[in-house]
């Protein structure tokens, strides 16, 4: 009794009802660089922002100073006329001198806020994203610059016991007279730069484990389909 030979251009059932395992996809790349190893160049970006503006802040404050001379010994120098200019000033307390005569604490605090920051970028590899890298170096830059002048490195005998622990201020910026801002600095102007960026992250570029997965949102077509069987 002859037997038929099995057709080779008939496809074989029992390879279709196996499907074939591929390789698992990552839906969010970003996921990739958050889970690596923080780059060389992380580490220069930071160590250069951290250092010049430091470098900056402590510098043109000595100049302005130094050119100036103390609060009260000359007027303001205005770069634009009733707007911007330029006039020393001494800090005792911290934003708009809330907390006056507390430099020693807010020294503290400083080197609180710096440690952590190392840790964040580079212990838990925050450094991967260049954007907080770049924001985290701001804000380090500006706590150099107002630690120096928190630890008394500026006083100098002769100089009001307040100042001792005070940050040297000579940025001046106002509306009018009467809506005038609080003399500032370059270290100030560092924090701040750092802190907008972490908001605007946060807003609008969270990282990865802040944004659920698409799984995790229900599908609502499924729902529609489910009541439909349902009622059937």
């Known amino acids: 009794?002859?037997?038929?030979?099995?057709?080779?251009?008939?496809?074989?059932?029992?390879?279709?009802?196996?499907?074939?395992?591929?390789?698992?996809?990552?839906?969010?790349?970003?996921?990739?660089?958050?889970?690596?190893a923080v780059p060389a160049s992380r580490y220069i970006l930071f160590a250069f922002l951290a250092i010049v503006g430091g470098v900056a802040d402590l510098w043109t404050k000595q100049a302005v100073f130094q050119w100036r001379g103390l609060p009260g010994q000359r007027e303001v120098y205005w770069v634009i006329d009733g707007y911007f200019g330029i006039e020393t000033a001494v800090n005792i307390g911290a934003v708009f001198g809330i907390g006056a005569g507390k430099g020693i604490l807010f020294a503290g605090i400083s080197v609180f806020a710096l440690i952590a920051i190392l840790l964040w970028l580079f212990w838990f590899r925050g450094a991967v994203s260049k954007w907080l890298t770049f924001a985290?170096?701001?804000?380090?830059?500006?706590?150099?610059?107002?630690?120096?002048?928190r630890i008394g490195m500026?006083?100098?005998?002769?100089?009001?016991?307040?100042?001792?622990?005070?940050?040297?201020?000579?940025?001046?910026?106002?509306?009018?007279?009467?809506?005038?801002?609080?003399?500032?600095?370059?270290?100030?102007?560092?924090?701040?730069?750092?802190?907008?960026?972490?908001v605007v992250q946060s807003i609008f570029f969270p990282p990865p484990g802040m944004v659920p997965p698409k799984d995790a949102v229900p599908d609502s077509s499924d729902d529609t389909s489910n009541s439909n069987t349902a009622a059937n």
């Open 136 to 149: 985290m170096g701001c804000i380090t830059g500006g706590i150099i610059g107002n630690f120096y002048d």
């Open 154 to 198: 500026w006083w100098q005998p002769g100089y009001p016991e307040q100042w001792q622990s005070g940050v040297r201020d000579w940025i001046l910026w106002q509306a009018s007279d009467q809506w005038r801002w609080p003399n500032f600095n370059i270290a100030d102007s560092l924090l701040v730069t750092g802190a907008i960026m972490l």
């Open 1 to 36: 009794m002859a037997t038929s030979k099995p057709d080779p251009s008939t496809p074989d059932p029992s390879t279709d009802a196996m499907p074939t395992a591929s390789a698992p996809t990552n839906p969010n790349p970003a996921n990739q660089d958050s889970i690596g």
